[in-house]
């Protein structure tokens, strides 16, 4: 069974300390210059001082089918487990926020905001997907899953050894 297909059973993945250092340590291996912590969300936060990767210590992943979706319509047409994808979603926010002014990262914010912590309604996740500030990081995904695949298989490995569902 592939980490994928156990992701459609499972919707709730931990994001364990041990777990978490070793992702630091993929992070910081492969020329990455923020760093993993803890967060309320899996989001991706800069400031002046340090830009990071905020993972959860349980992250609920039901709406991944539909990030899915999402990414399969961009183009993408591997089969990296979900968890893997959401990470490096992060990680593209890291590679692409640069490119954005205030402004438009306000937008995507405050569009992200309104999206209630339980909505299951699959129309706003896809408009809020579609904003500029997220589908830089989804191309970005999409193009360093494709440049990449060694890199990529072994980030998915570092989650089948050491991650967690419930
Ligand atoms: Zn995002």
Redesign the pocket.
Known sequence: MTLFQMDKDVMIYKFTPKLNRKLRKWIRDNGFFCTLRYGINL??QVDTEDAAVLVPHEFDLSKDEWFHEHLSELGYCGEYASIVLDVL??L??DQTMHLFSGVEIEY?HLL?DMIPPQCCDRDRYMQ??NTP??HA??LWLIMYVKLFPRKVSELEEIFTKYGEDV
């Open positions: 989001s991706y979603h992060e593209g926010h995507s992200k809020y997907w500030i997220e990081a989804n």
